[in-house]
């Protein structure tokens, strides 16, 4: 056998192993779990509600597409206005906001994106500390896309703090003052 024969077999039963293995990054989806954070507080002295709900960009992608059958394309340059919109719509199709047992509406005031995450700012003006006795929060962002989906709410209200993983089973929580 001659000698560059010799090589040729030798880097063909080599290399021939490493040509059956798909690509690793193929096989690893964007994230492996479904989740949405989103935090509750109220500023005494704005006397409103803020909000800020952080969701993975690709999920909420998801659902706008599969609700509304817009590609938004959010964070990038060719990121549409009517992608925007649809943001608002959806939140106000499946976010509501209980405060002493009352729905009450909030005021969408944007989003920013941060990584793989959009983060969308929220607020209830005009609450009176006096009057206020309980904030409930009813989230199903995500849940009619995604069956997995749990939304992680964090309620701090007048010092007092509670957490709940909101599933499709059971969507809200309260704190009571």
Excluded at 93 to 102: A, Q, R
Aim: hydrophobic share 40%; with cysteine.
């Amino acid at each position: 056998m001659r000698p560059s024969h010799t090589l040729f077999v030798l880097v063909f039963w080599l290399a021939l192993p490493l040509t059956s293995f798909t690509r690793a990054d193929s096989l690893i989806e964007s994230h492996k779990f479904y989740v949405s954070v989103t935090q509750v507080e109220y500023a005494q002295e704005e006397e409103s509600l803020q909000i800020i709900s952080r969701i993975f960009i690709d999920d909420l992608e998801s659902a706008l597409l599969a609700r509304y059958d817009v590609e938004a394309d959010l964070g990038t340059p060719e990121e549409s206005a009517q992608g925007i919109a649809y943001i608002e719509r959806y939140f106000n199709s499946k976010f509501t906001v209980f405060i002493n047992g009352e729905v009450r509406k909030y005021t969408f005031l944007g989003r920013k994106y941060d990584r793989d995450q959009v983060i969308c700012y929220l607020e209830i003006s005009g609450i009176p500390e006096a009057g206020l006795a309980s904030v409930g929060v009813q989230n199903e962002i995500l849940m009619d896309v995604f069956e997995e989906q749990k939304n992680l709410v964090h309620l701090k209200i007048l010092g007092q703090k509670k957490s709940y993983v909101l599933v499709r089973e059971n969507n809200k929580g309260m704190l009571n003052l």
